[in-house]
């Protein structure tokens, strides 16, 4: 094994559980009856905003949201998703379960719900992505950039 430079060693060294932690999260999707969940949204014709971060969204008596442009019907779980990962992101210690729970009791949810919630917060989206960018070498970035970006994700996704 030569010419590896620190990323390559840094992937060898954590990538099998990297795709462990991904593949333990894709199991545990099949205890979740998502069927119903996508019934119930379309029942209900919810919607997600696609964009769910302070900058579209304000409370004054209700919540306000700024921009409609990226509304698109789907389960209402994806929003609070992403958001709570944007939240993961700045605070890897932040204890998502209190927020977690509010969503789902505000929101009438059930436990299917916020199962399928965990599971994708679970989910190494973006240290995969990182991955998959140094792999492909789209980027124009070294490989200290390249491998800053992936321990980062690494660390608040683990």
Partial sequence: IENLNEVDLFLLNEGENILKQGWDS????????????????????????????????????AIEIGKTKNISYNVIE????????????????LKIEYYLDEFINS?????????????LLS???????HWLRYK???KDMSFEEYLTNIKKAFEYER
């Avoid at 989910?123 to 992505?129: A, N, Q, S, Y």
């Fill in 26 to 61: 894709i199991k545990l999707l099949k205890d979740v009856d998502y069927i119903d969940l996508i019934k119930r949204s379309m029942n209900l014709g919810e919607i997600c905003l696609g964009k769910t971060d302070e900058s579209n969204l304000r409370k004054n008596k």
């Fill in 78 to 93: 994806e929003d609070i998703y992403v958001y709570l990962k944007k939240l993961k992101r700045r605070n890897k210690n």
């Fill in 107 to 119: 929101s009438k949810l059930g436990k299917d719900s916020r199962e399928y919630i965990k599971i």
């Fill in 123 to 129: 989910f190494p989206t973006d240290t995969l992505k």
């Fill in 136 to 138: 492909e070498g789209k």
